[in-house]
């Protein structure tokens, strides 16, 4: 079993800054992708940005230049920077991977940006 969990969301002005974190425990084994997403109130899920187990990295278009994910050195943990927020950021936003086939969740982190 795996258990993602989430922190680092909040309420933040336009144009500030969040951090978004996710730590994996559990049977986590090795070589797995770790993504974000995020979904708005009436909105479907969207897909944010991904890190492979060796770094490579993929953004959504409204991510690119903005947002950056990274992963921690024992790289259960993944990281999402968020510069420059958008009202239209406001989401929550999941923790995500694929681990022997199975998916994983995390419970999510509300992200909320005021104008």
């Known amino acids: 079993q795996v258990q993602l969990v989430e922190s680092g969301g909040g309420l933040v002005q336009a144009g500030g800054s969040l951090r978004l974190s996710c730590a994996a425990s559990?049977?986590?084994?090795?070589?797995?992708?770790m993504d974000w997403f995020r979904q708005a109130p009436g909105k479907e899920r969207e897909f944010v940005a991904a890190?492979?187990?060796?770094?490579?990295?993929s953004y959504a278009d409204s991510a690119k230049g903005r947002f950056t994910i990274s992963r921690g050195n024992a790289k259960n943990t993944v990281f999402l920077q968020m510069n420059s927020l958008k009202p239209e950021d406001t989401a929550v936003y999941y923790c995500?991977?694929?681990?022997?086939?199975?998916?994983?969740w995390g419970q999510g982190t509300q992200v909320t940006v005021s104008s």
């Open positions: 995500h991977a694929i681990i022997l086939g199975i998916n994983y």
């Open positions: 559990g049977r986590t084994f090795s070589n797995y992708i």
């Open positions: 890190i492979s187990w060796s770094g490579d990295t």
